[in-house]
């Protein structure tokens, strides 16, 4: 499955600015909860991990469970300190793992 | 047109989906209740849970259980002395408890964070936030589904 994500950062913000980040993957997040109408168990496969990495350091990490919705949206904020790269990386189940990055320029 | 033999399988799933709920344990409710404490105290140890500084906005009302927008908003100075390590989302009805832990920093700016999660049943929503001096802080929302995530297997 080709691996969709988004990620949606300001291009550019004053220094010390809070910004706000939001992050959208394309994932069924498979609960492992549910049934095939025989009745067999449908195997979980969701994303179980997200980090985003700030010019190589990192600044948010998430956990994610079966009850986050399908194509998750994550959204948190950080300050903006330099001018840089913004790395996102999605981990999950069967091997699943997706990467976007986008660059900000901090005046 | 459905054959004789087509009719009788399909009439024969129609009866094994209720005998399949019939079979559900009628203590679900209470290993619910006693997954949600484990959970919680999962996160929060043998720390003090106190209430307030912690914003949960979700909808009271949920007409589709499957995406639900919440938010989680910390009030703290997101400093590098005083600022939310983890924000953890629980909810009472779930399979799970867990919807979703997010670790920050002070390099967050602020304490808020975004998503959307599946609610099984009405029920309560809970978000906890872990500051950095130790202290756990909550905020408990109670939220009416109508129509739930997972239903179709009557797992609530």
């Given amino acids: 499955m080709a691996a969709r994500v988004v990620v949606s950062v300001p291009p550019s913000a004053k220094r010390g600015e809070v910004i706000e980040i939001k992050t959208l993957a394309s994932h069924t997040m498979e609960t492992g909860f549910r049934h095939t109408q025989t009745g067999e168990l449908i195997p979980r496969d969701i994303i179980t991990q997200f980090v985003c990495a700030y010019n190589g350091v990192e600044i948010f990490r998430a956990e994610l469970f079966p009850a986050v919705a399908a194509?998750?949206?994550?959204?948190?904020?950080?300050?903006?300190?330099?001018?840089?790269?913004?790395?996102?990386?999605?981990t999950g189940d069967n091997g699943y793992?997706?990467?976007?990055?986008a660059s900000i320029t901090v005046t | 047109m459905t054959s004789r033999r087509q009719f009788l399988a399909l009439a024969g799933g129609a009866l094994a989906a209720p005998a399949a709920m019939a079979q559900l344990?009628?203590?679900?409710?209470?290993?619910?209740?006693?997954?949600?404490?484990?959970?919680?105290?999962?996160?929060?140890?043998?720390?003090e849970l106190k209430t307030g500084k912690v914003k949960l906005d979700i909808p009271p009302l949920i007409d589709n259980g499957n995406a639900v927008p919440l938010t989680v908003t910390v009030d703290s100075p997101m400093t590098a002395a005083e600022h939310v390590k983890a924000i953890h989302v629980l909810t009472e009805k779930n399979p799970q408890p867990f919807v979703l832990a997010a670790h920050l920093g002070p390099r967050a700016g602020a304490a808020r964070i975004s998503t959307r999660a599946r609610i099984a049943d009405t029920g309560q929503v809970i978000a906890i936030a872990e500051l950095s001096d130790g202290s756990f802080w909550s905020h408990t929302v109670s939220v009416i589904v109508t129509l739930s995530a997972c239903l179709e297997d009557g797992l609530i």
Avoid: C, Y
Wanted: hydrophobic letters at 45%.
């Fill in chain 1, 71 to 90: 194509n998750p949206l994550i959204t948190f904020t950080t300050v903006a300190t330099e001018s840089g790269t913004l790395e996102f990386k999605w």
């Fill in chain 1, 97 to 101: 793992s997706a990467a976007q990055s």
């Fill in chain 2, 25 to 47: 344990d009628p203590n679900i409710a209470v290993k619910r209740r006693v997954a949600l404490q484990n959970a919680i105290h999962k996160v929060v140890g043998e720390a």
